[in-house]
């Protein structure tokens, strides 16, 4: 299976920081990438597909980059909302895996 | 307005089984592949299987093969995860979700599942 490894595991930020989130995958992935958002209690929600198309309803401060095995979430302006636990998934091979995910939380 | 619905879950002794299902409504249920997605207490997320349009073609991780059988009704429009041979492992929150491109679209709100004697 695909080992994909999220850095950090978890990041303390205040409202209006940039935020930066690495995935590596353990081999290529393509551009065959997602992230997800989920907040305490919730199922996750799908943020950004094949590495940087973001879904509907998602803000424009979300955006998606990488290829191959290394890829990036950026939250510009994080807002109060944004405080989540975030995962990547790679979507190239079956089992589809995830990252173990990196919680931002409030400094 | 996609809505997924799971029930089913409960507290099972290892080895024993449990049926999982999954109600949906607000869209076309035949024209999506469908998945279960499950995630242990405090941990991360893992893809347990996935289901085509009309349940011929299924895939599952590993861990699971052989114990769990996932299916769907889609003049019922409903999902379905057969598990046997429970494990102390398979403990979590089991979520159905509609598949996107390889994604977990739309998920529900999950049912839990414990294993334990």
């Known amino acids: 299976d695909i080992q994909m490894t999220q850095s950090p595991s978890s990041v303390s930020a205040s409202v209006g920081d940039r935020v930066t989130i690495a995935c590596r995958a353990s081999?290529?992935?393509?551009?065959?990438l997602a992230w997800y958002q989920q907040k305490p209690g919730k199922a996750p929600k799908l943020l950004i597909d094949a590495t940087d198309t973001l879904q509907s309803g998602v803000p424009s401060r979300f955006s998606g980059s990488g290829s191959g095995t290394d890829f990036t979430l950026t939250i510009n302006s994080l807002q109060p909302e944004d405080f989540a636990t975030y995962y990547c998934?790679?979507?190239?091979?079956?089992?589809?895996?995830f990252g173990r995910g990196t919680k931002v939380d409030i400094k | 307005e996609v809505h997924l619905v799971e029930s089913g879950g409960g507290l099972v002794q290892p080895g024993g089984s449990l049926r999982l299902s999954c109600a949906a409504s607000g869209f076309i249920f035949s024209d999506y592949w469908m998945s279960w997605v499950r995630q242990a207490p405090g941990m991360g997320l893992e893809w347990v299987a996935k289901i085509d349009y009309d349940g011929s073609d299924k895939d599952y991780v590993d861990s699971v093969k052989g114990r769990f059988t996932i299916s769907r009704d889609n003049a019922k429009k409903s999902l379905f995860l057969q598990m046997y041979n429970l494990r102390a492992e398979d403990t979590g929150v089991y979520y159905c979700a509609t598949m996107g491109r390889r994604t977990a679209k739309t998920w529900g709100q999950g049912t839990l599942v414990a294993v334990s004697s």
């Open positions: 998934q790679q979507a190239v091979t079956f089992p589809w895996t």
């Open positions: 081999r290529g992935v393509g551009n065959w």
